[in-house]
Each structure stands twice: as C-alpha cells, then as structure tokens.
Nanobody, 121 residues
Framework: QVQLVESGGGLVQSGGSLRLSCAAS????????MGWFRQAPGKEREVVAA????????YYADSVKGRFAISRSNAKNTVYLQMNSLKPEDTAVYYC??????????????WGQGTQVTVSS
C-alpha cells in the first residue's frame, strides 16, 4: 500500500514557476514508477510526466516538454514536478500517482488527492 500527499499548488501568473511535491509512504517507493497527471475542467485526466522507476528514465507529454521536469528522491520518498514557463492552459488539478506504466497506457495503482494549479493570464 502506498499513500501519496501532494503539496505546492497555487496561483501563479503566466510565465511563472511552481514546484509540486508528492510525499509517499511505504518502504518500496523506489520500486514504483511515479507520475504526475492533471485534469482540467471538462477534460479527461492526462499524464504530464513520469519517472520510470528509479533508473532515471523519464517521460513527458508533448505539451510540457522543455518546461516541466520530474525528479525523485528515493531517500526522501518524494517525487517533484518543477513547472516553468507556465501557461493558462496548464491550469488543472494535478495528481501524483504511483505504479503502472502511464507512458504506455497502464494506469497507476495509487493516487494522491490532487492539488490545484491556476495560471492567470
């Protein structure tokens, strides 16, 4: 069982930056793929970025490549999403997730509660 708690969301102006954090419980954090998803009003939840286990490989949605960066600290059981050059279209609830392989459509096993990110124009 893995429990995930996100933090770091908020309101930011277009072009600004935010860093989301996700603290995970459990002793097998390093064995899970970790991902960040988002869901905007009226849209389906989509994968934004993923850390493929602890080997360093990452995945990014085309819409965030070059602007967002996912990283993880297995020592701290924490995964981060650094978001730069934010745009109004990045406004969504962001969810941390563990397990699965979202870069190939296999859904995660565990989800956080979500944190709101709002980008004003």
């Amino acid at each position: 069982q893995v429990q995930l708690v996100e933090s770091g969301g908020g309101l930011v102006q277009s072009g600004g930056s935010l860093r989301l954090s996700c603290a995970a419980s459990g002793r097998t954090f390093s064995s899970y793929a970790m991902g960040w998803f988002r869901q905007a009003p009226g849209k389906e939840r989509e994968v934004v970025a993923a850390s493929k286990w602890s080997g360093g490989d990452t995945y990014y949605a085309d819409s965030v490549k070059g602007r967002f960066a996912i990283s993880r600290s297995n020592a701290k059981n924490t995964v981060y999403l650094q978001m730069n050059s934010l745009k109004p279209e990045d406004t969504a609830v962001y969810y941390c997730a563990a397990g699965g392989a979202p870069w190939v459509g296999i859904p995660p096993e565990y989800w956080g509660q979500g944190t709101q990110v709002t980008v004003s124009s």
